[in-house]
């Protein structure tokens, strides 16, 4: 194919027009909540819109990493580092890399219709446990849809780049709302109730023993870890274009769309800090009060759980002209949120203000 008739192409189909990717962060750099520590919970985010979905006896330090595949233009990974092995996967047991997609982000795909695009699905990856691995879309509209794709990691410790394709649906349209929609996931390990069936290569209703088939326990060894970057979905049945990179400022906005703090960047919220607070305005009573009004740095996704926290880095606090004073969380919205509280120290300009931590995740 020509050039001009390759741009041609990718002008038709949307993706010479920058914004390729559905991915937000696929080259992991924005990092707001920090590494998490040997975390065991059923649902952790930690980078930036990357959430790990777990039901196992297993542990994990889920990290930013800064190793990379060279020469690739990347700067940081995921890094998932096994510090508790689990080597009897009940039936039930689950673990899957994630991030969720809003409908109103996936209409390009034209699902529900005959002119259904297929996507593709590139990253790179590493891990220590060889062998079969499984990446599966899952469509979460009013009927749940589900396709699966194997791809094999051949050599331990080794960077290997990955693409894989998923056809187009056109039984199911994607709802344009802003809720989830797509849920697009690596497993790492899988009990029989997700992985005893049939892989589905094509989409189907959603059958759960159908989705994992074959999936190695990624979680048999702590001596075991699992990196990832340059995630990209694009529309198209391939092969992958380039990796789209962005200025970390608009991938940073993207993010703050589901997770935003009062903190600066590299600060981890509930950190023991005034800088970033919101200062507030108080009223000259008995007791006096302080209220005031937060504007986000960016309109979320939906009204988000709003964690107030005082100089000290009490949670559910504020500080009143002395720290640990409790707070009432007015009106929240996407745009913003107010707070009131009682019983503010007189003279009330010694340090009236609010941090908080919000979440609007998928």
């Excluded at 700067?75 to 109103?104: F, H, Y």
């Excluded at 990624?218 to 995630?231: A, K, R």
Aim: with cysteine; proline share 1%.
């Amino acid at each position: 194919m020509s050039k001009a008739a390759e741009l041609a192409a990718l002008i038709g189909s949307g993706q010479a027009q920058g914004d390729k990717n559905l991915i937000i962060n696929g080259a992991m750099t924005v990092n707001q909540r920090g590494n998490q520590t040997a975390t065991s919970s059923a649902s952790t985010y930690f980078v930036d819109r990357w959430n790990l979905y777990h039901n196992t006896a297993a542990a994990a330090n889920l990290q930013q990493s800064t190793v990379v595949p060279s020469g690739q233009g990347f700067g940081n990974s995921i890094l998932i580092d096994c510090t508790t092995a689990d080597t009897s996967v009940a039936s039930s047991d689950t673990a899957i890399l994630r991030q969720v997609i809003e409908g109103q982000n996936l209409q390009r795909l034209a699902y529900g219709t005959s002119d259904a695009k297929s996507i593709t699905l590139s990253f790179w990856v590493r891990s220590t446990k060889t062998g079969t691995y499984i990446c599966n879309i899952y469509h979460a509209d009013a009927t749940a849809r589900s396709q699966s794709q194997q791809y094999t990691i051949s050599q331990a410790d080794t960077w290997e780049y990955k693409t894989l394709t998923f056809s187009g649906d056109t039984s199911i349209a994607t709802d344009n709302d802003n809720a989830a929609t797509f849920y697009v996931q690596w497993g790492l390990m899988i009990g029989s109730d997700l992985s005893s069936g049939t892989l589905n290569t094509t989409w189907e209703n959603t059958v759960n023993a159908n989705r994992f088939v074959g999936q190695v326990n990624f979680f048999d060894s702590t001596s075991n870890n699992f990196y990832l970057t340059g995630v990209q979905l694009e529309v198209g049945s391939g092969p992958a274009t380039p990796f789209e990179h962005e200025d970390f400022g608009t991938t940073l906005r993207k993010c703050q769309r589901y997770y935003q703090k009062s903190y600066d960047y590299s600060v981890v919220a509930g950190t023991a800090t005034q800088i970033g607070a919101t200062y507030q305005t108080t009223e000259a009573s008995s007791n006096y009060a302080s209220s005031g009004y937060t504007h986000f740095k960016v309109n979320m996704r939906a009204t988000p759980t709003i964690t107030s926290y005082d100089y000290a880095g009490n949670s559910g606090k504020m500080r009143g002209g002395a720290d640990n004073v409790a707070v009432v969380i007015q009106a929240p919205a996407d745009n913003g949120f107010g707070n009131y509280c009682n019983n503010v120290s007189s003279g009330s300009g010694a340090g009236i203000a609010i941090h908080y931590e919000a979440v609007a995740e998928l």
